[in-house]
């Protein structure tokens, strides 16, 4: 009966050092994910950036200088027309 028990105490005692063992491991798993998962959500950042700018870019003619100083005269102009009306 006492050497049943202990070998019990024996198999409880591996079965925590097992579990220990995989814990430790699921811990490093964790870290791991997570640093991947911020750098993921560092590059989708970058890349919404990059898009806002090619967005802006073709919004002013796609990199046709005339045309988007062309709509931002016609803006101004219409700014100062504007403020003309409001002055009188």
């Known amino acids: 009966m006492f050497e049943e028990f202990r070998q019990n ?5 591996s079965l925590y050092e097992a579990e220990r063992e995989r ?3 699921l811990e ?3 870290e791991e994910l997570e640093s ?3 750098a993921g959500q ?8 990059q898009m806002e700018v090619l967005k802006l870019r073709s919004a002013f003619g796609g990199g046709k200088n ?9 803006l101004i102009k219409e ?8 002055r009188n």
Do not use: F, H, P, W
């Open 23 to 25: 814990t430790r491991s």
């Open 9 to 13: 105490i024996s198999q409880l005692i």
């Open 36 to 38: 991947r998962l911020a």
């Open 79 to 86: 700014i100062d027309r504007c403020i003309s009306l409001l």
């Open 66 to 74: 005339t045309a988007a100083k062309e709509t931002v005269d016609n």
């Open 42 to 49: 560092k590059q989708i950042a970058q890349l919404e950036e």
């Open 28 to 30: 490093q798993q964790k």
